[in-house]
């Protein structure tokens, strides 16, 4: 079973989830990085941000080496941007549709917050089989290391929950179409 982490990342957190499921799992993970960094402060900048989520934009991203399409089980990951998921998901999948594929989506954010990942599921991963969801506090900004640890290892078990699950799935689908096959 082929397992690929895709996140997005503004100042780490998102990434350190990604690499600690990724280190967890054995999976591959392809970060999305836009062509102009995001500059996180500033009123004119917060506004600026605000009309590429409000208006569904589509930031320029650079290339990367994997195609999410290849893989059997796809973890996305999201910073929340103003309750909702970072605009380079609206360019990667106008241009790669993920469709037919086991998907579990996790965010990070100062405060609990699923509506991000509710509308990435909403406008893109309609076809996919969402898993799960999960949301963390941003785990690099915690003021006990201790603490940072418990949120990035409590996130890698979910991510092997999210693997057997698939993987019982992946095994279940070829029974049934080897029954359609052989006709048992």
């Not at 241009?95 to 909403?122: C, H, N, P, Q």
């Not at 991510?159 to 048992?184: L, P, S």
Request: aromatic share 14%; glycine share 4%.
């Amino acid at each position: 079973m082929k397992k690929l982490v895709l996140y997005t990342t503004v100042d780490g957190n998102t990434e350190a989830v990604a690499k600690k499921i990724a280190e967890e799992i054995g999976a591959d993970t392809a970060g999305l990085v836009r062509c102009k960094k995001v500059k996180a402060f500033g009123f004119f900048n917060n506004l600026k941000l605000r009309f590429e989520v409000l208006f569904k934009r589509k930031p320029d991203i650079f290339p990367f080496k994997w195609d999410p399409r290849d893989y059997d089980v796809i973890f996305i990951g999201t910073p929340v941007w103003y309750d909702s998921y970072n605009p380079v998901y609206n360019t990667l999948f106008n241009v790669i549709k993920v469709y037919d594929r086991k998907v579990a989506l996790f965010s990070t954010g100062m405060k609990e917050d699923s509506t991000a990942l509710s509308k990435l599921i909403k406008d893109w991963l309609t076809d996919s089989v969402v898993l799960d969801t999960k949301h963390c506090i941003e785990p690099i900004f915690q003021e006990d290391d201790a603490e940072c640890d418990r949120i990035l290892a409590d996130m890698g078990t979910w991510a092997q929950g999210i693997c057997e699950t698939a993987e019982k799935m992946i095994e279940q689908e070829e029974f049934e179409r080897r029954k359609t096959i052989y006709k048992y």
